[in-house]
């Protein structure tokens, strides 16, 4: 079955990358992409929540997403309306009745997530009650079909590096891919976007370029998401987390190789590994250049 990936960011776009010239490490004269960020400002109902440096591309998916995993948002919650001013790089977040959002803004522990990070204590809120669906599996050809897929997509990764990438997948294939400079931006655009597009979690598998943290496996069970995959490695207490939500969490996940540290029961072993082709040198190279600039090296 094919499902066609319904929104992703568009490498060629001018507002998103920007060519500059300076001199490489024999002093020769080189030009290359850059990844341009700037600030979007959220309010929630006309109070001001937070500051964020993005990509711009997805203001009112991220604006959603920050509410929604933060908390500040139930997914229960009427919103009204959801209002980008281009000019002002301001969001606007508008719901039927008030939000419980000022306890949210005392008292802060921020994670390891890269700018601005995420507030823990806000993150692990309903983490104990939420139950991820046991009947999810993982097929290890759906696996190797979707990294294909996923290796081969245009994106601002590639082109300009000092990003991070996330994917909402179904079975073996990719249904929204999101990039920011921050890898918890860029969950967040996922989980304003399916709460825009009332996307079911149950049968999902997130993907993420980005370290599989504790803040990555809190997010991915508040979404619902059963099944998390990185090409990047492990935390200690992301591992805990996920085993104690019993989420099937992967890193490490490239070309045939991959390890899984929790949730392992969903994986059904269906490929033959030896078969599987490694990933290529030049796309290797690419990757890992790309990588080390945002901070998750291979």
């Not at 992703?8 to 024999?26: I, K, V, Y």
């Not at 306890?103 to 939420?130: H, P, V």
């Not at 029961?265 to 490694?278: K, N």
């Amino acid at each position: 079955m094919t499902h066609p990936l319904r929104v992703q960011p568009d490498p060629s776009d001018p507002r998103l990358t920007r060519r500059l010239r300076g001199l490489d490490q024999a002093g020769q004269p080189v030009e290359t992409s850059v990844t341009v960020e700037r600030p979007l400002t959220l309010y929630l109902n006309g109070q001001e929540i937070v500051t964020m440096m993005t990509i711009l591309d997805r203001p009112e998916d991220l604006a959603l997403g920050y509410l929604l995993n933060q908390g500040m948002l139930r997914r229960e919650d009427r919103v009204t309306g959801v209002e980008y001013d281009e000019d002002l790089q301001v969001v606007v977040v508008r719901t039927e009745a008030r939000t419980d959002f000022e306890a949210k803004l005392r008292k802060k522990t921020l994670t390891s997530g890269c700018a601005q990070g995420t507030a823990f204590g806000d993150l692990m809120e309903d983490f104990a009650t939420i139950r991820l669906p046991p009947e999810a599996v993982l097929h290890t050809s759906w696996l190797y079909r979707l990294l294909h897929t996923l290796n081969t997509l245009p994106s601002l990764y590639l082109e300009a590096g000092a990003i991070h990438g996330c994917a909402l997948c179904r079975q073996d294939q990719p249904i929204a891919y999101m990039e920011d400079v921050g890898r918890h931006n860029a969950v967040d655009k996922i989980a304003g976007w399916m709460f825009r597009e009332n996307e079911a979690p149950g049968d999902k598998i997130f993907y993420t370029t980005g370290r599989l943290t504790s803040e990555m496996v809190i997010k991915t069970v508040r979404m619902g998401i059963p099944i998390l995959i990185s090409r990047s490695g492990f935390t200690a207490w992301g591992v805990e987390l996920a085993r104690e939500a019993n989420l099937t969490l992967i890193g490490r996940c490239k070309g045939r190789r991959f390890v899984a540290l929790a949730g392992e029961a969903r994986i059904v072993f269906d490929a033959d590994a030896a078969q599987v082709p490694e990933e290529s040198a030049r796309h290797w190279r690419k990757n890992s250049a790309a990588a080390m600039e945002a901070g998750d090296a291979p």
